[in-house]
C-alpha cells in the first residue's frame, strides 16, 4: 500500500483528524501580495529575520528532543504522556509566539475533550487571522510561526532545528520589537551567518556520525507507529524559503568553452553519433582567388582557406578538416587576427552574413545579420591588431564603409562612409597595425586613406588624385596597399612594378568648430622591378612583395633589396602568409642562406605559406630553403566527377584539364594527369568493371583512360563532335559506349575484336533532338540480356535506339514518345524493381515525377516530388549491399543549389523528403560512392567539391517523428465538429 493511499487522513485515538498536506494553504500566492521593498529597507529586516531564525531553530530543537522522549513513551502505550507531551509543547509554543498565545491556549484546551471539527475549525480561525496580518501589516512580518499540521520536515529543518544558534529571548525579543529593534550594520549581519554556517557545519558532521549508514541513492524514510500520532510541526512559509536558498546548489559554470579552450581541441576526435541524414566530411578545392592563412606553425601545421560557401580549417600533419559552416553564400572575403585567434568571413548574396569565429573551437561567436540591408553582401574587409574592430566594404554600386564592434556584439555599425563612384571598386583594405582608428583601401584606380573619430562617431577620408602627370610616368593599376612600417607613410603597389609613396598629415584634435581635416598626398614614385606587383605586406622589420613572375622579395625600410626567391619557378603569387611564431635564432646546424647586403649577414626570416593563381599552395621553410607541396587544386570549374564501381576512388575533372583521384576513405590525393591547354573535363564516367574511365572533354573530343593511371585506353581519341561532351554511358557488358554532346546529338561506340585484342571503335551518330539532352541512359532487353539504349530530351521526347539494327554511321531509332506537355523533363532514371512492374521514373520542372512502363513507354503514376526551390537536375538510386538493404531503398537528388534522399517507394510525401545546401551558385555534377555511404557533388564555378556521409538511420527517426506529428494532427477527433460522422473539413483542420 502507498503512501498515498495508507495514509490521506490519518485518525489519533482521541478522534482528531489530520489534514492532508495538499490541504494547506498555499502561500506562495500570499507572497505575491507582499509589496516590494527596497534594499535599504530589506537590510534591518533581513537582520530580524536573522535572530528570528536562529530562535526558531533553537526552539525546533527542543521540540524535536521531546518529540523523541514523546515516541519513547507512546511505544509503553501510555497515552497520558502524550498528552502531556503536547501541553508542554504548546506551553513553550505559547511563550515564543507573542501574538498567536490565545489562539494556541485555545486549541490546548479543545485537544483534550474536543471533537475534530472543533480542532478544524480553530485551525482554519488561526490560518485567516494569519491572512489578516499579512495583508494588513506586511512590513512587520518576520519569522512567522504558523502551524502547518501533517506536514513533515525535512532533512534540513530538523538539522536545522537542532543547531539553534541563538537563545528563546533572542527570538521572543525579535517578535515583540519588530524591525525598530533589529538594526544592525552588515558587519554584524556577516559575522551571525559565519557563526551560524560554522556551527550548521558541526552539527552536520554530528549528525552524520550518529547516523547509521545507509545505501547511496536511497531516501531514509521514517514510518509513523501504529496508533500513534503525527507531531504537529509549526513551519513557516519564510523557514522554508530560507532554507531552500541555504542549501547547497551546484554552482553554474560561469567559463564558456570559448574562454577555456585551447589550440588543440578543434581536432579532437569527435566520437558524438551523427545526427543529421547528410553530414559534410571533405571539401575538394579552395577558391584561390582569396587568401590562405597561417594560423598554426608550433607542433601542427594548420591552414585557413575558403571553399565555396565553408571556411576550411585544415590540419596538414593530421590531414583532417574542420569546416565553418553557416553561410547563405559563396564566401567573398576573410580575414584573420594578429594572434590568429579570430577569423571573420563574409559573403555576397542575397541574406549576406558576416560572422566572427573562434579558431580554437570553431564556434562562430557573432553573426552580423543585416550588414548589407540592401542585399549586395561585401567585398573586402580587415580586422584590426588587437582584434577589437572589424571595417568593411560593400560590394554594391555606391560602396559603404563601415567599422564594427564586434566584442560589443553590436547589430550596426559605429560608423559608415558611403563612397562616390568615380574612386573606382574598392577591393582591397587594411588598417594600420600602430593605430586602429586608420586605415587604406584600394581599387584599381584610386587609393584612399581613412581616419576614424571614435569620439565623433566620424569617418573622414582623402582620395588624392594620382595621374601620369602627376610623376610624369606611367604609375599602373593598384593591387595591394600597407602602412610603412616607421613612418607614417603609404604605400600602394602596382601591376607596373611601382610602388606608390604617400604622405600622410593628421592634424592635431582641436575642439574648434571647423578643424582641420587629415590627408594624404602623393609623395615618391619607386620603379621596385619590372616584374608587376600583385601582392604587398609586411613582416617583422621587412616589406615583402610577390609578383606575377613568382617571385617573392623582401626589402627594408628604405626600400633596399635584401633576399628574394626567384628559383621555385611558381606561378602568380596570391597570397603570402606568415607564421605566428618568430624564426628561430641562427645556431650552428641552422641552414640560413646569405642576405644581399654587403655584409653578408643571415637572412632570419619566419616560416610562410605561398598560394599562387594555379590553384597551389606551398610551404617554405626559411631554416633550409625548403618549399613544399600542401595543396594542388584544379583552377577552374569542376562539372566532371566519377565514383569507382568497387573501390574507394573518386575522380575529378576540371575544365584547366585537369583529372585527379583521390581516396576518399583515408582522404589521401593518389595521382592525376594535366591535359593539354584548351582541353577542359566535362563529363567522366567508369565502365561497370572498373578498369576503364570515360572522357568527355569542352571541346567534342573522347577519351577512354585506363582507371588506375589515366594513360589512353585508345590510340587516339574519338572526335567526331564539334561542342562539348555533356554526358557518357556505358552498357551493363560494356559492350558499347554513348555519348551526348551540346549540339543535341548522340553518338555510340562499340567493342570490336582486332588481332585478338578489344578494340573501341566509332558506330555512329544521330542528332535525335532539337533541345538539351537531360540524360542518356542504358538498360537492359527481360527477354535477351541485350543491352537498351534512351535518351531524354529537354524537347519532351524519351527516345529508345536499336543497337542491334544500328550499323556504321547508322543509329537506328526504336520508337519515340513524348513524356509531357507544359512542363518538360529534366532527368531519367530506371526504378528500382520494389513492384512487379519494371518502370521509368522521370521527374520534370514542374515538381513532379512519372513512372512509366519499361517496355510500353506508357505513363502509369504522377506525383509530387520533392519541392526545395527548384526541380530536380539529377537522381540516382542509393546502392545497396545487402538483401535486407534491398526492402527499403533511397533516391539522392540534386537541383539547382541542394543535394537530398527521398525515401522509396515515391508516393508524393513530403515528409519523406529532406535536402541540405550543398552549392549555392549551382550544382553541377553528382556521383554516389559503391556502398551507399557517401555522397559527391560538384560546385561548378565554385571550384569545390563535397563529400557528404549518409546517414540512413537519422534519416528514419527524423521520417517517423514528422509522420508520427503529421497523423496525429490530422486524425479526426468528434470534438472538431457537432458531426457524428468523420468530415472532410475535421480532417484538415
Same mark, same amino acid.
Given at each position: 500500500?502507498?503512501?498515498?493511499?495508507?495514509?490521506?487522513?490519518?485518525?489519533?485515538?482521541?478522534?482528531?483528524?489530520?489534514?492532508?498536506?495538499?490541504?494547506?494553504?498555499?502561500?506562495?500566492?500570499?507572497?505575491?501580495?507582499?509589496?516590494?521593498?527596497?534594499?535599504?529597507?530589506?537590510?534591518?529586516?533581513?537582520?530580524?529575520?536573522?535572530?528570528?531564525?536562529?530562535?526558531?531553530?533553537?526552539?525546533?530543537?527542543?521540540?524535536?528532543?521531546?518529540?523523541?522522549?514523546?515516541?519513547?513513551?507512546?511505544?509503553?502505550?501510555?497515552?497520558?504522556?502524550?498528552? #502531556? *507531551? &503536547? @501541553? /508542554?509543547? %504548546? !506551553? +513553550?509554543? $505559547?511563550? =515564543?509566539?507573542?501574538?498567536? #498565545? *490565545? &489562539? @494556541? /491556549?485555545? %486549541? !490546548? +484546551?479543545? $485537544?483534550? =475533550?474536543?471533537?475534530?471539527?472543533?480542532?478544524?475549525?480553530?485551525?482554519? !480561525?488561526?490560518?485567516?487571522?494569519?491572512?489578516?496580518?499579512?495583508?494588513?501589516?506586511?512590513?512587520?512580518?518576520?519569522?512567522?510561526?504558523?502551524?502547518?499540521?501533517?506536514?513533515?520536515?525535512?532533512?534540513?529543518?530538523?538539522?536545522?532545528?537542532?543547531?539553534?544558534?541563538?537563545?528563546?529571548?533572542?527570538?521572543?525579543?525579535?517578535?515583540?520589537?519588530?524591525?525598530?529593534?533589529?538594526?544592525?550594520?552588515?558587519?554584524?549581519?556577516?559575522?551571525?551567518?559565519?557563526?551560524?554556517?560554522?556551527?550548521?557545519?558541526?552539527?552536520?558532521?554530528?549528525?552524520?556520525?550518529?547516523?547509521?549508514?545507509?545505501?547511496?541513492?536511497?531516501?531514509?524514510?521514517?514510518?509513523?507507529?501504529?496508533?500513534?500520532?503525527?507531531?504537529?510541526?509549526?513551519?513557516?512559509?519564510?523557514?522554508?524559503?530560507?532554507?531552500?536558498?541555504?542549501?547547497?546548489?551546484?554552482?553554474?559554470?560561469?567559463?564558456?568553452?570559448?574562454?577555456?579552450?585551447?589550440?588543440?581541441?578543434?581536432?579532437?576526435?569527435?566520437?558524438?553519433?551523427?545526427?543529421?541524414?547528410?553530414?559534410?566530411?571533405?571539401?575538394?578545392?579552395?577558391?584561390?582567388?582569396?587568401?590562405?592563412?597561417?594560423?598554426?606553425?608550433?607542433?601542427?601545421?594548420?591552414?585557413?582557406?575558403?571553399?565555396?560557401?565553408?571556411?576550411?580549417?585544415?590540419?596538414?600533419?593530421?590531414?583532417?578538416?574542420?569546416?565553418?559552416?553557416?553561410?547563405?553564400?559563396?564566401?567573398?572575403?576573410?580575414?584573420?587576427?594578429?594572434?590568429?585567434?579570430?577569423?571573420?568571413?563574409?559573403?555576397?548574396?542575397?541574406?549576406?552574413?558576416?560572422?566572427?569565429?573562434?579558431?580554437?573551437?570553431?564556434?562562430?561567436?557573432?553573426?552580423?545579420?543585416?550588414?548589407?540591408?540592401?542585399?549586395?553582401?561585401?567585398?573586402?574587409?580587415?580586422?584590426?591588431?588587437?582584434?577589437?574592430?572589424?571595417?568593411?566594404?560593400?560590394?554594391?554600386?555606391?560602396?559603404?564603409?563601415?567599422?564594427?564592434?564586434?566584442?560589443?556584439?553590436?547589430?550596426?555599425?559605429?560608423?559608415?562612409?558611403?563612397?562616390?563612384?568615380?574612386?573606382?571598386?574598392?577591393?582591397?583594405?587594411?588598417?594600420?597595425?600602430?593605430?586602429?582608428?586608420?586605415?587604406?583601401?584600394?581599387?584599381?584606380?584610386?587609393?584612399?586613406?581613412?581616419?576614424?573619430?571614435?569620439?565623433?562617431?566620424?569617418?573622414?577620408?582623402?582620395?588624392?588624385?594620382?595621374?601620369?602627370?602627376?610623376?610624369?610616368?606611367?604609375?599602373?593599376?593598384?593591387?595591394?596597399?600597407?602602412?610603412?612600417?616607421?613612418?607614417?607613410?603609404?604605400?600602394?603597389?602596382?601591376?607596373?612594378?611601382?610602388?606608390?609613396?604617400?604622405?600622410?598629415?593628421?592634424?592635431?584634435?582641436?575642439?574648434?568648430?571647423?578643424?582641420?581635416?587629415?590627408?594624404?598626398?602623393?609623395?615618391?614614385?619607386?620603379?621596385?622591378?619590372?616584374?608587376?606587383?600583385?601582392?604587398?605586406?609586411?613582416?617583422?622589420?621587412?616589406?615583402?612583395?610577390?609578383?606575377?613572375?613568382?617571385?617573392?622579395?623582401?626589402?627594408?625600410?628604405?626600400?633596399?633589396?635584401?633576399?628574394?626567391?626567384?628559383?621555385?619557378?611558381?606561378?602568380?603569387?596570391?597570397?603570402?602568409?606568415?607564421?605566428?611564431?618568430?624564426?628561430?635564432?641562427?645556431?650552428?646546424?641552422?641552414?640560413?642562406?646569405?642576405?644581399?647586403?654587403?655584409?653578408?649577414?643571415?637572412?632570419?626570416?619566419?616560416?610562410?605559406?605561398?598560394?599562387?593563381?594555379?590553384?597551389?599552395?606551398?610551404?617554405?621553410?626559411?631554416?633550409?630553403?625548403?618549399?613544399?607541396?600542401?595543396?594542388?587544386?584544379?583552377?577552374?570549374?569542376?562539372?566532371?566527377?566519377?565514383?569507382?564501381?568497387?573501390?574507394?576512388?573518386?575522380?575529378?575533372?576540371?575544365?584547366?584539364?585537369?583529372?585527379?583521384?583521390?581516396?576518399?576513405?583515408?582522404?589521401?590525393?593518389?595521382?592525376?594527369?594535366?591535359?593539354?591547354?584548351?582541353?577542359?573535363?566535362?563529363?567522366?564516367?567508369?565502365?561497370?568493371?572498373?578498369?576503364?574511365?570515360?572522357?568527355?572533354?569542352?571541346?567534342?573530343?573522347?577519351?577512354?583512360?585506363?582507371?588506375?593511371?589515366?594513360?589512353?585506353?585508345?590510340?587516339?581519341?574519338?572526335?567526331?563532335?564539334?561542342?562539348?561532351?555533356?554526358?557518357?554511358?556505358?552498357?551493363?557488358?560494356?559492350?558499347?559506349?554513348?555519348?551526348?554532346?551540346?549540339?543535341?546529338?548522340?553518338?555510340?561506340?562499340?567493342?570490336?575484336?582486332?588481332?585478338?585484342?578489344?578494340?573501341?571503335?566509332?558506330?555512329?551518330?544521330?542528332?535525335?533532338?532539337?533541345?538539351?539532352?537531360?540524360?542518356?541512359?542504358?538498360?537492359?532487353?527481360?527477354?535477351?540480356?541485350?543491352?537498351?539504349?534512351?535518351?531524354?530530351?529537354?524537347?519532351?521526347?524519351?527516345?529508345?535506339?536499336?543497337?542491334?539494327?544500328?550499323?556504321?554511321?547508322?543509329?537506328?531509332?526504336?520508337?519515340?514518345?513524348?513524356?509531357?506537355?507544359?512542363?518538360?523533363?529534366?532527368?531519367?532514371?530506371?526504378?528500382?524493381?520494389?513492384?512487379?512492374?519494371?518502370?521509368?521514373?522521370?521527374?520534370?520542372?514542374?515538381?513532379?515525377?512519372?513512372?512509366?512502363?519499361?517496355?510500353?513507354?506508357?505513363?502509369?503514376?504522377?506525383?509530387?516530388?520533392?519541392?526545395?526551390?527548384?526541380?530536380?537536375?539529377?537522381?540516382?538510386?542509393?546502392?545497396?549491399?545487402?538483401?535486407?538493404?534491398?526492402?527499403?531503398?533511397?533516391?539522392?537528388?540534386?537541383?539547382?543549389?541542394?543535394?537530398?534522399?527521398?525515401?522509396?517507394?515515391?508516393?508524393?510525401?513530403?515528409?519523406?523528403?529532406?535536402?541540405?545546401?550543398?552549392?549555392?551558385?549551382?550544382?553541377?555534377?553528382?556521383?554516389?560512392?559503391?556502398?551507399?555511404?557517401?555522397?559527391?557533388?560538384?560546385?561548378?564555378?565554385?571550384?569545390?567539391?563535397?563529400?557528404?556521409?549518409?546517414?540512413?538511420?537519422?534519416?528514419?527517426?527524423?521520417?517517423?517523428?514528422?509522420?508520427?506529428?503529421?497523423?496525429?494532427?490530422?486524425?479526426?477527433?468528434?470534438?472538431?465538429?457537432?458531426?457524428?460522422?468523420?468530415?472532410?473539413?475535421?480532417?484538415?483542420?
Amino acid at each position: 500500500m502507498s503512501d498515498a493511499e495508507r495514509n490521506p487522513l490519518e485518525e489519533a485515538e482521541d478522534g482528531e483528524t489530520e489534514m492532508k498536506e495538499e490541504e494547506y494553504p498555499d502561500y506562495s500566492e500570499e507572497e505575491e501580495n507582499v509589496p516590494q521593498e527596497s534594499e535599504a529597507d530589506l537590510v534591518p529586516w533581513r537582520d530580524s529575520q536573522e535572530e528570528k531564525e536562529a530562535g526558531d531553530e533553537e526552539e525546533e530543537g527542543q521540540l524535536e528532543e521531546e518529540e523523541e522522549e514523546g515516541q519513547l513513551e507512546e511505544e509503553e502505550g501510555g497515552r497520558q504522556l502524550e498528552e #502531556e *507531551e &503536547e @501541553e /508542554g509543547q %504548546l !506551553e +513553550e509554543e $505559547e511563550e =515564543g509566539e507573542g501574538q498567536l #498565545e *490565545e &489562539e @494556541e /491556549g485555545q %486549541l !490546548e +484546551e479543545e $485537544e483534550g =475533550g474536543e471533537t475534530e471539527e472543533k480542532a478544524g475549525a480553530a485551525l482554519d !480561525e488561526v490560518v485567516a487571522r494569519f491572512q489578516e496580518e499579512l495583508t494588513e501589516e506586511p512590513q512587520e512580518i518576520t519569522m512567522s510561526m504558523i502551524s502547518l499540521q501533517g506536514r513533515p520536515p525535512t532533512d534540513s529543518q530538523s538539522i536545522m532545528s537542532e543547531n539553534s544558534p541563538t537563545t528563546r529571548k533572542e527570538s521572543e525579543h525579535s517578535l515583540q520589537g519588530g524591525s525598530s529593534s533589529t538594526l544592525s550594520s552588515s558587519y554584524d549581519y556577516d559575522l551571525e551567518m559565519t557563526s551560524s554556517e560554522e556551527k550548521l557545519v558541526t552539527s552536520l558532521q554530528k549528525k552524520t556520525a550518529q547516523m547509521p549508514a545507509e545505501e547511496p541513492g536511497q531516501e531514509r524514510v521514517s514510518e509513523p507507529v501504529k496508533g500513534e500520532r503525527r507531531r504537529d510541526k509549526r513551519v513557516s512559509y519564510f523557514d522554508m524559503r530560507k532554507e531552500k536558498e541555504a542549501e547547497p546548489k551546484a554552482r553554474p559554470r560561469t567559463d564558456s568553452l570559448v574562454s577555456i579552450s585551447s589550440k588543440d581541441i578543434l581536432f579532437q576526435k569527435d566520437d558524438q553519433a551523427k545526427v543529421y541524414p547528410l553530414t559534410m566530411t571533405w571539401k575538394f578545392g579552395w577558391n584561390s582567388s582569396l587568401p590562405v592563412y597561417y594560423i598554426r606553425d608550433e607542433k601542427q601545421r594548420v591552414l585557413l582557406y575558403a571553399s565555396a560557401h565553408t571556411a576550411v580549417i585544415y590540419n596538414v600533419f593530421k590531414n583532417d578538416q574542420h569546416h565553418l559552416m553557416g553561410h547563405p553564400n559563396v564566401i567573398s572575403c576573410m580575414c584573420v587576427s594578429e594572434d590568429r585567434r579570430w577569423i571573420a568571413t563574409a559573403d555576397k548574396g542575397p541574406n549576406c552574413l558576416l560572422i566572427i569565429w573562434d579558431s580554437f573551437t570553431g564556434i562562430p561567436v557573432h553573426t552580423i545579420f543585416d550588414s548589407c540591408p540592401e542585399g549586395d553582401g561585401i567585398r573586402a574587409i580587415a580586422i584590426t591588431r588587437d582584434a577589437k574592430y572589424l571595417a568593411t566594404i560593400s560590394d554594391a554600386e555606391i560602396q559603404k564603409v563601415c567599422i564594427w564592434r564586434w566584442t560589443l556584439a553590436a547589430e550596426t555599425p559605429a560608423c559608415t562612409l558611403d563612397l562616390p563612384k568615380e574612386y573606382g571598386f574598392q577591393n582591397y583594405l587594411i588598417f594600420n597595425p600602430t593605430n586602429n582608428k586608420e586605415l587604406v583601401s584600394n581599387s584599381k584606380i584610386q587609393a584612399i586613406y581613412y581616419l576614424w573619430y571614435e569620439e565623433r562617431e566620424m569617418l573622414i577620408h582623402s582620395a588624392p588624385l594620382l595621374t601620369e602627370k602627376t610623376f610624369n610616368k606611367h604609375v599602373g593599376k593598384f593591387s595591394q596597399s600597407i602602412f610603412h612600417l616607421n613612418l607614417t607613410q603609404v604605400l600602394s603597389a602596382t601591376l607596373e612594378g611601382k610602388l606608390v609613396v604617400w604622405d600622410v598629415y593628421r592634424p592635431p584634435l582641436s575642439a574648434s568648430a571647423s578643424p582641420a581635416l587629415p590627408y594624404m598626398k602623393p609623395c615618391k614614385l619607386v620603379h621596385l622591378q619590372k616584374e608587376g606587383i600583385t601582392v604587398l605586406t609586411t613582416v617583422d622589420s621587412y616589406i615583402v612583395t610577390g609578383d606575377v613572375k613568382g617571385n617573392i622579395k623582401f626589402y627594408d625600410c628604405t626600400l633596399s633589396i635584401i633576399y628574394w626567391f626567384s628559383n621555385f619557378k611558381l606561378s602568380s603569387i596570391r597570397t603570402l602568409s606568415f607564421s605566428k611564431t618568430p624564426a628561430t635564432p641562427p645556431t650552428e646546424k641552422s641552414n640560413y642562406p646569405s642576405d644581399c647586403t654587403l655584409k653578408g649577414d643571415l637572412f632570419v626570416v619566419r616560416n610562410f605559406i605561398i598560394g599562387t593563381s594555379d590553384a597551389i599552395v606551398y610551404h617554405l621553410k626559411a631554416d633550409e630553403t625548403k618549399l613544399e607541396k600542401l595543396l594542388i587544386e584544379p583552377k577552374e570549374a569542376i562539372c566532371a566527377i566519377a565514383c569507382h564501381p568497387y573501390q574507394p576512388l573518386i575522380t575529378i575533372g576540371s575544365f584547366c584539364g585537369m583529372i585527379k583521384v583521390w581516396d576518399y576513405r583515408k582522404k589521401r590525393y593518389l595521382f592525376s594527369r594535366v591535359f593539354e591547354k584548351g582541353l577542359g573535363i566535362q563529363s567522366l564516367t567508369y565502365n561497370p568493371e572498373g578498369d576503364l574511365l570515360g572522357a568527355g572533354f569542352t571541346e567534342g573530343t573522347v577519351y577512354i583512360l585506363d582507371a588506375m593511371s589515366l594513360e589512353n585506353g585508345i590510340p587516339e581519341p574519338f572526335k567526331y563532335s564539334r561542342t562539348s561532351v555533356t554526358h557518357i554511358s556505358f552498357s551493363h557488358n560494356s559492350q558499347y559506349m554513348a555519348t551526348a554532346d551540346a549540339n543535341f546529338t548522340v553518338a555510340v561506340y562499340i567493342v570490336k575484336v582486332r588481332n585478338s585484342q578489344r578494340v573501341w571503335e566509332y558506330l555512329a551518330r544521330l542528332r535525335s533532338h532539337r533541345q538539351s539532352i537531360r540524360s542518356l541512359l542504358f538498360g537492359v532487353h527481360l527477354d535477351s540480356n541485350e543491352p537498351r539504349l534512351l535518351s531524354l530530351g529537354r524537347d519532351r521526347l524519351l527516345i529508345e535506339y536499336n543497337l542491334l539494327q544500328s550499323y556504321k554511321n547508322h543509329l537506328e531509332v526504336l520508337d519515340i514518345h513524348q513524356t509531357d506537355q507544359g512542363n518538360y523533363p529534366t532527368c531519367m532514371i530506371w526504378y528500382p524493381p520494389l513492384t512487379k512492374e519494371l518502370f521509368l521514373l522521370i521527374s520534370n520542372s514542374g515538381y513532379k515525377v512519372k513512372l512509366f512502363n519499361s517496355t510500353t513507354k506508357m505513363c502509369r503514376k504522377t506525383l509530387l516530388g520533392p519541392v526545395y526551390g527548384s526541380p530536380m537536375e539529377q537522381i540516382q538510386v542509393l546502392p545497396v549491399k545487402t538483401a535486407i538493404e534491398l526492402q527499403r531503398r533511397y533516391l539522392v537528388f540534386i537541383n539547382r543549389d541542394k543535394v537530398g534522399l527521398q525515401i522509396l517507394p515515391i508516393d508524393g510525401n513530403p515528409h519523406k523528403t529532406c535536402a541540405i545546401v550543398c552549392h549555392p551558385n549551382g550544382t553541377a555534377g553528382m556521383a554516389l560512392s559503391h556502398n551507399g555511404h557517401y555522397i559527391f557533388t560538384a560546385g561548378g564555378q565554385d571550384l569545390s567539391v563535397v563529400q557528404w556521409e549518409v546517414n540512413l538511420r537519422s534519416w528514419k527517426t527524423i521520417f517517423t517523428t514528422r509522420s508520427s506529428v503529421v497523423k496525429a494532427s490530422t486524425q479526426w477527433r468528434p470534438g472538431r465538429c457537432r458531426n457524428t460522422s468523420a468530415c472532410r473539413r475535421c480532417l484538415l483542420s
